[in-house]
């Protein structure tokens, strides 16, 4: 189920027609004073493992490379940020090495906004690169499962943003000690017009920055006050369901006719 846990034989072993691997992408960043800066990882490799463990055993989940593209919250203490080249340079090198050793379904799953366009243009390009050999497929797991969870959420529009309803009880729900849920603030910023928003699950019709530090005092965007453990099983059971369906879907994708070597 974990990549890394596995041996060079083992891996070796694996029927690379059936296998599909599984590429957790997040960021290290401020999740306003309530939440751990590696939020966006925790939830996406959760995610993933708890999709493969449904599907094992022909699902395989890649170690995450943890950092992600977050200028946008860089004034905020504790952020990380790659350049979006350096991002693209990573997931280019990790999807060569698998393709490499002969995999040919490999699936990157995002779980933070910042990487949303890199994800979709990684996985466009890496397919233009790799066809013939290899499938790709990339998105963001909180757009997948948009409909479910608009479907769960109880705060209004801008409530499910970065730290709030949504996020918050995911994490109550995976990994509770690490949610100083007295600490949170809720907040909804006004963009001023109706093409921007900060929410998760319904987002912006237009690409601009957006400075975190200039939206939130506290780098929270959303209602964490309406999250629960209770919620986020709930919000984490349809998502994982989600990407359960995707999978099986997937698996069944022809891989492509094209050059082979």
Same mark, same amino acid.
């Given at each position: 189920?974990? $990549?890394?846990?596995?041996?060079?034989?083992?891996?070796?072993?694996?029927?690379?027609?059936?296998? &599909? =691997?599984?590429?957790?992408?997040?960021? &290290?960043?401020?999740?306003?004073? #309530?939440?751990? =800066?590696?939020?966006?990882?925790?939830?996406?490799?959760?995610?993933?493992?708890?999709? @493969?463990?449904?599907?094992? +055993?022909? *699902?395989?989940?890649? +170690?995450?490379?943890?950092?992600?593209?977050?200028?946008?919250?860089?004034? $905020?203490?504790?952020?990380?940020?790659?350049?979006?080249?350096?991002?693209? @340079? =990573?997931?280019?090198?990790?999807?060569?090495?698998?393709?490499? #050793?002969?995999?040919?379904?490999?699936?990157?799953? !995002?779980? #933070?906004?910042?990487?949303? !366009?890199?994800?979709?243009?990684?996985?466009?390009?890496?397919?233009?690169?790799?066809?013939?050999?290899?499938?790709?497929?990339?998105?963001?797991?909180?757009?997948? @499962?948009?409909?479910?969870?608009?479907?769960?959420?109880?705060?209004?529009?801008?409530?499910?943003?970065?730290?709030?309803?949504?996020?918050?009880?995911?994490?109550? #729900?995976?990994?509770?000690?690490?949610?100083?849920?007295?600490?949170?603030?809720?907040?909804? +910023?006004?963009?001023?017009?109706?093409?921007?928003?900060?929410?998760? *699950?319904?987002?912006?019709? &237009?690409?601009?920055?957006?400075?975190?530090?200039?939206?939130? +005092?506290?780098?929270?965007?959303?209602?964490?006050?309406? @999250?629960?453990?209770?919620?986020?099983?709930? $919000?984490?059971?349809?998502?994982?369901?989600?990407? &359960?369906?995707?999978?099986?879907?997937?698996?069944?994708?022809?891989?492509?006719?094209?050059?082979?070597?």
């Amino acid at each position: 189920m974990r $990549f890394e846990e596995m041996t060079s034989p083992q891996i070796d072993a694996l029927d690379r027609e059936r296998t &599909v =691997l599984v590429l957790p992408i997040g960021s &290290v960043e401020q999740h306003g004073n #309530h939440m751990p =800066l590696g939020t966006d990882t925790m939830l996406s490799e959760g995610l993933c493992l708890a999709a @493969a463990e449904r599907l094992a +055993p022909h *699902v395989l989940v890649l +170690p995450p490379p943890w950092y992600g593209y977050s200028p946008h919250h860089m004034q $905020f203490a504790g952020s990380i940020t790659l350049r979006a080249e350096t991002l693209m @340079a =990573l997931g280019a090198d990790i999807v060569g090495s698998v393709v490499k #050793h002969g995999f040919r379904r490999i699936v990157l799953v !995002n779980g #933070h906004g910042g990487n949303a !366009n890199l994800i979709d243009m990684m996985a466009t390009s890496l397919g233009h690169e790799h066809y013939g050999k290899a499938r790709i497929a990339g998105f963001t797991y909180f757009k997948l @499962a948009a409909a479910e969870i608009a479907s769960l959420r109880k705060s209004r529009k801008g409530g499910t943003g970065h730290a709030g309803e949504f996020e918050t009880a995911m994490m109550q #729900h995976l990994k509770p000690s690490l949610v100083r849920i007295d600490e949170a603030a809720s907040i909804y +910023p006004e963009s001023g017009t109706p093409y921007l928003s900060t929410d998760l *699950v319904e987002g912006s019709r &237009v690409s601009t920055y957006l400075d975190f530090a200039a939206l939130s +005092p506290t780098g929270t965007l959303g209602d964490p006050s309406l @999250a629960s453990a209770e919620q986020g099983e709930r $919000f984490f059971s349809a998502c994982t369901e989600t990407l &359960v369906q995707f999978l099986q879907d997937f698996a069944q994708w022809p891989i492509g006719e094209g050059r082979q070597g």
